[in-house]
T-cell receptor, first 116, second 112 residues
Framework: AQTVTQSQPEMSVQEAETVTLSCTYD???????LFWYKQPPSRQMILVIR??????QNATENRFSVNFQKAAKSFSLKISDSQLGDAAMYFC?????????????FGEGTQLTVNP | EAGVAQSPRYKIIEKRQSVAFWCNPI?????LYWYQQILGQGPKLLIQ????????DSQLPKDRFSAERLKGVDSTLKIQPAKLEDSAVYLC??????????FGPGTRLTVL
């Protein structure tokens, strides 16, 4: 079974600064997808960024980028120029590519606080 | 495009009572998921439907939880009878199967 671990329950960053959230995972599969989801307080989960395991290039979405280290099974999220609206719980998630639409396996989450 | 709809948003019940949650996925999404998110934890899959068939219910406590997706569109998740440890947010998500999963706002259940 796959597992996802987020070792930082809480992180804080100053507005306009950069922060990196860590995630490691364990799997015996070679083809899979990794995701970072954002869950603001009392609001719904939204996708921040996605990485296909077969791609060597790290995914980037505006201020959000990942550092995907397949051999180390590491998938960190970097948020540049942090904004107050980035404050939320961030979840790292894994999905097998074996079958379409397979389940997401989530980590425990990292609560990000952005200080003005 | 309308998102995933869920109701109710909040529910408070006493233990041993029954409760039902409703989810309407994004139009055209064949795959529907119910996740349970206990406070301070990541969501955990309870059940997955492909159209109106169950694909994965391996983590569904079948002695008290049941779910159906009649006609392959909206879905209902039921708990009967509820226990204190069922207090959680119940998230519904949908996808076409090949793209990302889109989540609804969730139903926050408190069992007293």
């Amino acid at each position: 079974a796959q597992t996802v671990t987020q070792s930082q329950p809480e992180m804080s960053v100053q507005e306009a600064e950069t922060v990196t959230l860590s995630c490691t995972y364990d799997t015996s599969e070679s083809d899979y997808y990794l995701f970072w989801y954002k869950q603001p307080p009392s609001r719904q989960m939204i996708l921040v960024i996605r990485q296909e395991a077969y791609k060597q290039q790290n995914a980037t979405e505006n201020r959000f980028s990942v550092n995907f280290q397949k051999a180390a099974k590491s998938f960190s999220l970097k948020i540049s120029d942090s904004q107050l609206g980035d404050a939320a719980m961030y979840f790292c998630a894994y999905r097998s590519a074996k079958t379409s639409g397979s389940r997401l396996t989530f980590g425990e989450g990292t609560q990000l606080t952005v200080n003005p | 495009e309308a998102g995933v709809a869920q109701s109710p948003r909040y529910k408070i019940i006493e233990k041993r009572q029954s409760v039902a949650f409703w989810c309407n996925p994004i139009s055209g999404h064949a795959t529907l998921y119910w996740y349970q998110q206990i406070l301070g934890q990541g969501p955990k899959l309870l059940i997955q439907f492909q159209n109106n068939g169950v694909v994965d219910d391996s983590q569904l406590p079948k002695d008290r939880f049941s779910a159906e997706r009649l006609k392959g569109v909206d879905s209902t998740l039921k708990i009967q009878p509820a226990k204190l440890e069922d207090s959680a947010v119940y998230l519904c998500a949908s996808s076409t199967g090949y793209n990302e999963q889109f989540f609804g706002p969730g139903t926050r259940l408190t069992v007293l």
